[in-house]
Antibody
Framework: EVKLVESGGGLVQPGGSLRLSCVASGFTFSTHWMSWVRQAPGKGLEWVANIKPDGSEDQYVDSAKGRFTISRDNAKNSLYLQMNSLRAEDTSVYYC?????????????WGQGTLVTVS | EIVMTQSPATLSVSPGERATLSCRASQGISNDLAWYQQKPGQAPRLLIFRASTRATGVPARFGGGGSGTEFTLTISSLQSEDSAVYYCHQYNRWPIIFGQGTRLEIK
């Protein structure tokens, strides 16, 4: 079964840091683009970052540039999001996703999300 | 940055009828558009990519169309389980931008 499981969310003070993790199973992790997408409580979806299969290229939404770093460890089938200088507006459920946005395999796989609260 | 505008904000349709949701891009994005369905407490579910290609396992009553700046998601023969928020997003260029969503209510 293809699965993504996020962890690392929690309550953090403004200006603090948090590292999210996403462990993948059921597929060859090292051959897929991976993403982080977030959703503030009661609000819409916002793409945060993408990383190439080999980790050699990444992209960020402007609000994350300079504060967040997406990375991956293909040997551990794991995706990460290091979040620094956190702000109240970063409060969201953070989802990791496979094959977002292009859906090369015919679909996009999502995790269940992890909640980050900055307060 | 491309702005994605969805309309209407809320749509109420009876079971068995058809719903048409719209998504407009502020600049041409070819057919680099996807549609998602999201139900409360759940992760988004991909319905349509490349503007009109159904994702794996998506029923044929979900259809996408359009190119350039105007796109539509059509859901025919509405069922109660179609009640959800629907999002479009463009992926023609970075950053990937979502629309604000359309809430579909089944009467």
């Amino acid at each position: 079964e293809v699965k993504l499981v996020e962890s690392g969310g929690g309550l953090v003070q403004p200006g603090g840091s948090l590292r999210l993790s996403c462990v993948a199973s059921g597929f060859t992790f090292s051959t897929h683009w991976m993403s982080w997408v977030r959703q503030a409580p009661g609000k819409g979806l916002e793409w945060v970052a993408n990383i190439k299969p080999d980790g050699s290229e990444d992209q960020y939404v402007d609000s994350a540039k300079g504060r967040f770093t997406i990375s991956r460890d293909n040997a551990k089938n794991s995706l990460y999001l290091q979040m620094n200088s956190l702000r109240a507006e970063d409060t969201s459920v953070y989802y990791c996703a496979r094959d977002f946005p292009w859906a090369e395999t015919g679909t996009v796989v999502w995790g269940q999300g992890t909640l980050v609260t900055v307060s | 940055e491309i702005v994605m505008t969805q309309s209407p904000a809320t749509l109420s349709v009876s079971p068995g009828e058809r719903a048409t949701l719209s998504c407009r891009a502020s600049q041409g994005i070819s057919n680099d558009l996807a549609w998602y369905q999201q139900k409360p407490g759940q992760a988004p579910r991909l319905l349509i990519f490349r503007a009109s290609t159904r994702a794996t396992g998506v029923p044929a009553r979900f259809g996408g169309g359009g190119s350039g700046t105007e796109f539509t998601l059509t859901i025919s023969s509405l069922q109660s389980e179609d009640s959800a928020v629907y999002y479009c997003h463009q992926y023609n260029r970075w950053p990937i931008i979502f629309g604000q969503g359309t809430r579909l209510e089944i009467k």
